[in-house]
């Protein structure tokens, strides 16, 4: 005989319980219903593609952390790491069946095999949100604004969101003389909240010298206000065409629609905000509630010329984000603000004798019917055991009924709160009592 | 420069355009719903587990169609080929953390390296229900009227249930001393929908001889009513035990709650369902829709006895189903009951003038408080092209609003159906009208 296997996941991995599990798919749907009011639709694309689309931007981290093999077939494959270039895939797969601009949506898993020890999980949810075939200013606001309403839909509070241009930023380096050294610079300049502005300047003198350092740190250090900080950016990089394409012209456009909206105290133009990444070449943006600021940002993305340009050749400009979802529910964990339900029971039939069961289950129906969650205790057990039961669920009511009750077609309807027992109720006045008990609790 | 990457997916895999992905997210969150309804609380457990865990059973045909490779980490793991298998390790792991009995559903993706000829697709969804830790029948029966309901809920009509018991068809093979042969009977008399009567009993003779494989062939053809049925399997499989947690005495509740419920139209007692799978061993059953019969069974399931017994010492007992969504979903649509909602826009904000972009995303937002699903055209395109795109995304309204309307705080409302304007709307006149037009359409 085998013997008993160890029933662990593997590192990285977890579990969701109820406990966890039903707040998290709370969140999600109210996140499917925010990005539905907005008109995106849902798309879903497989976990596991062949690892030249997946891995084609030879990105040396990505490579290392992303799960590969070759399967059955002998074909070689991989396990996504996030939602982003399977969309671009898709996008290429299936131009001609999508009415451009086209706005989606895509909830779903990814994984990387990261180090672990940084709090980060090897399966993780991602939620992104993009609009492509337009490169309109409006395009922009909305996914800032909808990220904004989003989190405020989650009850995660204020939020303000930091954004800039990257190609305000191109255009500095290139009147620094350093557009070769975008990649490094970016690289640095990123980790300006993690290692401060010292760290900062001293590794950006290693890299350009003194004087272009410090132009540079004088560069991302935002103002007292919006107007002030573009004033500064404007001045540094030299920037003078003001057409609506042109990165200048879109600031001025974004700023003055978010002032014009009363939302400037949420938006924050932040010349240190560049995320990075290489493919962002328009608006980037980043979100933090106001309530939890350290713990990073929850919401971040931008605008991408060429989404697709690995799959095609006519390229597809874009605009999105993605909301780092188990960040979001440990800071609303933090906050306090995570719905604690760990139960979807809002009454417990009793089973008080076996041989009713139909009469239970009959019973049953017509709460739920009625929109009460309703569960029945499987076992004639001991009262006492099945309370705790109801107890542990958390539900509000009970519904007793014995051969007595059953005879005479009447119920007994307990409130499990106040300890109050409802007797020789007819069906219809208990279906109409559980609802108005449920109602005012 | 690297060439153009074909964005094809893996065969067996898919994308969902939003056509199919619209009503498969409704499908689910109905589900969701209807499992709720009843109590069950939704878990969710890693994609990717030890190859150890997943295949300890050894099962030849899974083995070989489940993914498996070594991680960066050296260990041998596996993508998850069901949920049930997760289910048992996660039972196993949270034991006291779970108030027994304990009702979950989980929906979410599993992978198998089936041959494709057969229409099967390698990444599906699951839709799987279970109560563990109670071996009583009201559970057993429960489990099956939430597969009706529930599939009526779907708009899938009308559902025979076929059920049947393991523990008779045991003593039957006992009773004629070929107990030893019970996996090869099983994976046999599986079969009888698919190569009929004749076949299974040739079959059946090379491996039981004539007088078995006759008697067999009787045993699992169902009579014209349950309880003719049931007095036949009786009578052949000897048995006499009707003690509450027999076969026979199991039967005899579930038939007697079935037709005390009026639902024995509903509910077939089929001897020959066996669910083929080895570790059943109590209630099996099987779900047909009355309107689509040669779809096959989408939704079936039974008891088992120790799930968790590769895990754990002590053994847990359970009943619970799982509903092939994929099946599911290709019944409705040959039925005409899918949804065939490809958009997620009720209004569509014209854009007329993008300097009016703060604007338009203020009455948009103001439309969506009120529950209209609003997208704004992100470019002040003609309006020729504008309306077309209304139409591809079966938007009912355009909101419409140049610069004389912005002046005098006006909108108009343009029905798309009726091709009927309402003009010089006040805002909040508008929402009132938007409303009604969609709630009459």
Not at 194 to 203: L, T
Not at 320 to 348: K, V
């Amino acid at each position: 005989m085998a013997g008993i296997i160890q029933p662990k996941v593997l590192k990285g991995f977890r579990d969701f319980l109820p406990t966890t599990e039903i707040p998290r798919r709370h969140l999600i749907r109210a996140l499917e219903d925010h990005f539905s009011s907005y008109g995106y639709v849902p798309i879903d694309t497989p976990v596991l593609e062949y690892a030249e689309i997946l891995l084609s931007k030879g990105g040396g981290e990505t490579d290392k952390q992303t799960y590969r093999f070759t399967d059955h077939g002998g074909r070689d494959v991989s396990l996504r790491f996030d939602l982003t270039v399977p969309f671009a895939r898709f996008v290429s797969a299936h131009k001609n069946e999508l009415a451009m601009p086209f706005r989606r949506y895509h909830i779903a898993k990814a994984w990387r095999g990261e180090n672990t020890q940084k709090g980060r999980y090897r399966e993780f949810i991602q939620c992104d949100f993009d609009i492509v075939g337009t490169d309109s200013a409006t395009a922009d606001l909305e996914i800032m604004l909808m990220m904004a309403e989003g989190l405020r839909t989650l009850k995660a509070g204020e939020v303000t969101i930091r954004f800039n241009h990257r190609g305000l930023f191109n255009l500095l380096l290139e009147k620094l003389g350093i557009g070769e050294k975008t990649a490094e610079v970016l690289r640095i300049v990123d980790k300006l909240a993690k290692i401060g502005e010292a760290e900062v300047q001293n590794q950006l003198s290693a890299l350009v010298g003194d004087e272009g350092a410090e132009t540079l740190l004088d560069f991302i250090v935002a103002e007292e206000d919006n107007r002030a900080t573009l004033a500064k950016m404007i001045r540094l990089a030299g920037a003078e065409d003001t057409g609506g394409n042109s990165p200048l012209g879109r600031l001025e456009a974004i700023l003055a629609a978010v002032e014009d909206m009363g939302e400037s105290a949420r938006f924050t133009l932040d010349p240190s905000i560049t995320r990075g990444l290489d493919y962002y070449t328009g608006i980037v943006f980043e979100t933090f509630l106001t309530d939890l600021p350290r713990l990073g940002s929850v919401c971040s993305g931008g605008r991408y010329d060429n989404l697709t340009g690995l799959f095609m050749k006519e390229p597809v400009t874009g605009v999105g984000a993605s909301i780092g979802l188990d960040r979001l529910m440990a800071g609303l964990e933090e906050l306090g603000r995570l719905e604690s339900a760990s139960s979807n029971t809002d009454l417990l039939v009793m089973m008080l004798d076996e041989s009713l069961m139909s009469h239970y289950q009959k019973l049953a129906q017509s709460f739920r019917a009625v929109g009460v969650r309703t569960e029945i205790y499987p076992e004639a057990k001991k009262m006492g055991a099945q309370f705790k039961f109801a107890e542990s669920k958390g539900a509000k009511l009970a519904l007793i009924v014995g051969g007595n009750e059953h005879e005479n077609a009447v119920v007994t309807l307990k409130d499990l709160e106040k300890r109050e027992n409802h007797e020789n109720l007819s069906l219809q006045d208990a279906l109409t009592k559980a609802q108005n008990l449920l109602t005012h609790s």
